[in-house]
């Protein structure tokens, strides 16, 4: 129950209300308009922001934050992205190309004018030395020997009657009883019989040595690579006949730089790959060197022999190698992606307890065209290198080989 104010401290509302109660009548409540309490509500939020931004108001709990564990990377090698120091050999080697060619081969051709009456080999057969080829007719041959002994037969008879006729003449000259040009006419038919004679007899052993050579042979042993004749084909002396070739030892026509020439010198050792047999090595010899480069070029010839003693290889393959101009053997070395460089100076990496650490090393010179770099000082036998160029890794990095 409400305590009544005295009069003197009333209102008007207030009067007015106690008025109604002392009348018995139930005073009306007093209703705030909406507008007003929106605009009270708006004005308290405003407040609170105000308040917020002024910090004001005590700050929200902050929930504390989990503590995710922090992983170490590990970097993993590949097998072939390393290297374990041990003695090697280097080498200094020049590239060579060519074709495989016979080392010696014989294009036989007729030495006389006859009829082939037997052809016995074809191309691509094996002869061994002194194997008959082919033959001529001998009769035929024969028959020009004969005519050809028959006709200087007949010269010489004429010889010795046009010298006993000189000698008559000779006498009766000397006696006064034959003219002085008499004698001169007999020395001339007498010189001219001796010439012809002189000739037929040339005739004479050439139709001999044409019968000789009725028959031919092979001039050493190898095979057959051209036949340009037949059976029963007339053949003109100096027609081609054979080709032979000998494939126990081929050669390659290669070309070097010539300023690589003082390096190169008859004797060191060529490796060769051959199309048609893989990765197979074949070893040859550099046989000669040509004094003079090629017109229009600084390429100078160089002569390459290759043992064939199996008859694997062919005239006309294409192969390629390299010349060993220069050779070290037992010193370390490391691949030229391997060594990397800083203020300090050359370095590598290292592998040690699966942590990559900085090796500071000291080289000689490049070899192998500067694939590799003899290390004189700073690796052991047995050190891990990282060997390829992985700018990303640093000393520090942990590293795990997987293995393949």
């Known amino acids: ?126 002869v061994s030395e002194g194997e008959l080829l082919a033959s001529f007719d001998v009769d035929q041959l024969q028959n020009q020997l004969d005519q050809a002994v028959a006709t200087a037969d007949a010269t010489r008879i004429q010889v010795a009657q046009a010298q006993s006729d000189f000698n008559r003449t000779q006498t009766l000259v000397e006696k006064q009883l034959a003219a002085p040009t008499a004698l001169e006419q007999a020395q001339s038919g007498l010189e001219q019989l001796q010439a012809t004679l002189a000739a037929q007899q040339t005739a004479v052993a050439n139709a001999r040595t044409a019968l000789d050579r009725a028959q031919v042979t092979a001039p050493f042993a190898g095979v057959v690579s051209e036949r340009s004749v037949s059976t029963g084909e007339f053949v003109a002396a100096g027609s081609p006949l054979f080709t032979v070739v000998d494939l126990t030892s081929l050669e390659v026509e290669a070309t070097a730089p010539v300023s690589l020439s003082p390096k190169i010198a008859a004797g060191q050792t060529v490796e060769l790959t051959v199309e048609g047999f893989g990765d197979r090595v074949f070893e040859g010899r550099v046989d000669r060197i040509n004094p003079v480069a090629i017109a229009g070029s600084r390429a100078l010839p160089v002569y390459v022999s290759l043992d064939n003693a199996e008859g694997e290889l062919r005239g006309g393959m294409f192969a390629s190698g390299r010349i060993l101009l220069e050779r070290k053997e037992d010193v370390l070395a490391v691949p030229a992606s391997a060594l990397r460089e800083d203020a300090e100076g050359a370095y590598v990496l290292t592998i040690e307890d699966g942590v990559l650490t900085r090796r500071g090393v000291e080289t000689a010179r490049e070899w192998e065209g500067g694939a590799a770099y003899e290390v004189t000082s700073g690796l052991e036998t047995g050190d891990v290198v990282l060997s390829e160029a992985l700018p990303e890794l640093r000393a520090g990095t942990k590293v795990m080989l997987v293995e393949n």
């Open 1 to 126: 129950m409400e305590n009544p104010k005295p009069d003197w401290a009333m209102n008007k509302r207030e009067k007015a209300r106690a008025d109604l109660i002392a009348r018995g009548e139930t005073p009306k409540k007093r209703r705030w308009p909406w507008l007003v309490l929106a605009v009270l509500v708006v004005g308290g939020a405003g407040g609170y922001v105000y308040a917020k931004q002024a910090g004001l108001l005590p700050a929200p709990p902050v929930e504390a934050a989990t503590e995710e564990p922090v992983r170490e990377s590990l970097t993993q090698l590949a097998p072939y992205e390393i290297t374990t120091i041990a003695p090697t050999t280097l080498s200094e080697t020049l590239r060579v190309t060519g074709s495989l060619a016979p080392t010696r081969d014989v294009h036989l051709s007729a030495e006389v004018s006859a009829r082939l009456t037997e052809v016995n080999v074809r191309a691509g057969d094996a």
